[in-house]
């Protein structure tokens, strides 16, 4: 920008001299030279004045290309201005708005009120890749307007009964692709905004295998009736997914399936339902997870406990069919939410039905009619381990 003003300013001077010499002014002084003659004289006069339109054709058209040149330079530097701006503003709103259910990390975490787990957004990220990044922004605003229906997720678009404006809602999407998410904290402890409740991965085996689903968002779009908060219907129920080996177009081998399905949903999409899960990345054992990876032992962990969910090796995850040893059997493993293991002769890895939890921590909540968009679902019975999110970035889901 700088340059295009200084260009400017050489050319504007470059004229003035040219229209001077046009009007017949020589740096000459008076009486150095004989009067010309007045036809001479005239002549001389139209060649200055032609010299002189030529000359401000061509500083016209000089300033112009080196206005083109700057031009894309100009313009990324004020997308990116504005940007910045965007996911400002996105990132007030979203603390003041969301974090009580998605957390401060966007990971998520238990609706207030709801009992049921929220969505994972940091799997929505910006990629660099245009078309890409504009069918994720879109699909942001969509959900963020409308609302999705049959889960907690309210509609929050001015259009649809909300608080929200288009321009507000846009920020916050932009600020779910873009934004930083460790500043979110500060601002909504600033705010005196409810903590967060966000599902705990703690212990081994079938325990934490639940506690890996909870806490990378899953249970928001999927169902497993032994975890209360996953009551998700945007993906399938995945109670039985033991038993579905080769069914609906599904390989036989059901563990590589599932793998493949977390890491590379796209590859298979199970018959009436979208293509709507992100992919997840899986990253060596001792580095630190984010809220869309797992560790590779995480990843085995969860995997073994999906493929056996609905057989009577339920529950019953690093063994293949019950050595001794190999890990807890489903009478030894309570399920998710404190449940009561199924007694001994009741069906192998059923629990039996739940019991009601104790009130969450983190004090009273807000119920689901203080949403705006309306109805929201029903309350589960029980919950997952919980702790308060009062680490940065710590793990969470919604």
Known sequence: MVFGVLAGIVLLVLLAFAVAYASGWSPRPQGTAP???????????????????????????????????????????????????????GMHAFAQYCVPCHGYNGAGAIVPGQGVQAANLTVHRATGDRDEDRKTLDLLVKTITRGRPGTA?????????????????????????YGDWSEVEPIARAGGGPTPIVPEVAGGGAARARGLFASKGCAACHTIEEIPTARGNVGPNLSQLG????????????????????????????????????????????????????????????VDYLSKLGTPEQGQVGTSGGEAGAGPSPQETPAAGGATPAPAGGAPGQPVPPTPAAASPGGAQPSGAAAPGGAVTTPATTQLPLTPQSQPGAGASR
């Not at 083109?68 to 330079?73: A, H, L, Q, S, V």
């Open 153 to 177: 997720m309210p509609a929050w678009g001015l259009s649809d009964g909300g608080s929200l404006n288009d321009e507000e809602i846009r920020e916050i999407a932009t600020f779910i692709m």
């Open 243 to 302: 038993t579905r080996a080769g069914q609906d177009g599904r390989p036989s081998d059901l563990k590589a399936y599932i793998r493949q399905s977390i890491l590379q949903p796209s590859a298979f999409i199970v018959p009436g339902f979208p293509n709507a899960m992100p992919p997840f990345q899986e990253v060596p054992d001792g580095t630190q997870a984010g809220p869309n990876q797992f560790t590779t032992s995480d990843l085995d962990l969860l």
């Open 35 to 89: 009067p010309a003659e007045p036809e001479t004289a005239s002549a001389i006069g139209m060649e200055r004045k032609i010299q002189v339109v030529i000359a401000a054709v061509l500083a016209i058209g000089a300033l112009l290309v080196i206005y083109g040149i700057n031009e894309p330079n100009r313009q990324a530097t004020a997308f990116a201005r504005q940007r910045e701006q965007a996911i400002d503003r």
